[in-house]
């Protein structure tokens, strides 16, 4: 019999991730039958009157229907699975209306803990249902470390997000990284993978290209003008990786890959404080080094392997005992 899982998406890639990370650590022991609920926060009124509200709920339909625009499924669920603060409040009415276990990856709003069975973070929120895990989740292809390349070839990957989550580059700083981008190459006398992303923007790329030798690059993605899906593949490649730690998501991907990661960040970087605690408990786990764009010259990656935590098996242990039967 398969464990039946509801997984509620509100269409950010990011979340969507890290639920998709929960269950294909479920479906690496279990049989599990997947249906994505996607939905979208039609009244922001009637969601935050709904936090407030949830712990006296008693008619969890009539609230889906206030609050959002979705589809609920047939049938019952075994278990609902979801990320970002949109679903927060779907996710606990979907639970109290179907009478399944849920789970949610990511802090908790302002949300009452007791609407969940277990609230993953990476950082200790103080609560009995919480379970702290080394990494975020990430889908299982994502999970497992890439073995160590060919070292005849030598390339540093370069991750490059940009503005938000409390990081504001300028078009010096991205000049500076460029510049210390390539010191950093000649150093381990490397070639640089390097691929931008959507927040970068096309005027942070043309800093980038007028200041990084083309003599440097191995391969160059510049979202903004041609978008390839090259992550992985960098990562695979590389002996070290360079990322922007405004992603959190793409530092976690880093870290996920085996090799020693750098994370560097402008001088105006004011991450919330879960984001400051999640790169300081890497940090002081030897996972991941963090330095501003200027000092990245002055850096080298370690000779040894990253290793990884095994993430899936934190995340079963804690998920078979919410299953019917225990999860047997």
Request: a neutral charge.
């Amino acid at each position: 019999m398969s464990v039946q899982v509801w997984l509620l998406s509100d269409g950010a890639p990011g979340h969507l991730s890290q639920s998709q990370g929960i269950v294909d650590a479920l479906a690496s022991r279990k049989n599990v039958s997947v249906t994505t609920v996607n939905l979208r926060v039609q009244s922001t009124f009637w969601k935050r009157l709904g936090r407030f509200l949830l712990p006296w709920i008693r008619h969890p339909q009539s609230w889906l229907a206030r609050v959002y625009d979705i589809e609920v499924p047939a049938g019952l669920p075994q278990l609902i699975v979801s990320s970002g603060a949109n679903t927060l409040l779907a996710n606990a009415l979907l639970a109290r209306q179907t009478g399944a276990a849920n789970v949610y990856s990511g802090t908790l709003k302002g949300y009452s803990a007791s609407a969940y069975r277990c609230v993953f973070t990476v950082v200790p929120l103080g609560v009995a249902s919480n379970h702290v895990l080394s990494l975020p989740p990430v889908p299982g292809d994502l999970a497992r470390a890439l073995p160590v390349p060919d070292a005849m070839d030598k390339v540093i990957a370069v991750l490059v997000g940009g503005d938000g989550a409390g990081y504001v580059f300028t078009p010096a700083d991205w000049k500076q990284f460029a510049l210390s981008l390539a010191q950093l190459a000649a150093c381990h006398q490397a070639r640089l993978l390097i691929t931008t992303s959507r927040r970068t923007g096309a005027e942070a790329e043309a800093v980038l290209r007028e200041h990084l030798p083309p003599a440097v690059l191995a391969d160059a993605v510049w979202w903004s003008v041609a978008p390839r899906k090259v992550v992985r593949d960098f990562l695979a490649a590389s002996c070290g990786v360079v990322v922007t730690e405004d992603s959190l998501t793409m530092v976690a991907e880093s870290i996920y890959s085996a090799r020693p990661v750098i994370a560097v960040s402008p001088p105006v970087a004011s991450p919330n404080p879960n984001d400051a605690a999640a790169l300081a408990a890497y940090v002081e786990r030897r996972l991941l080094m963090r330095c501003g764009v200027a000092a990245l010259a002055d850096l080298s990656f370690p000779a040894v392997t990253t290793t990884v935590p095994d993430v899936q098996a934190e995340i079963v242990s804690v998920l078979l005992p919410l299953l019917p039967g225990d999860g047997q």
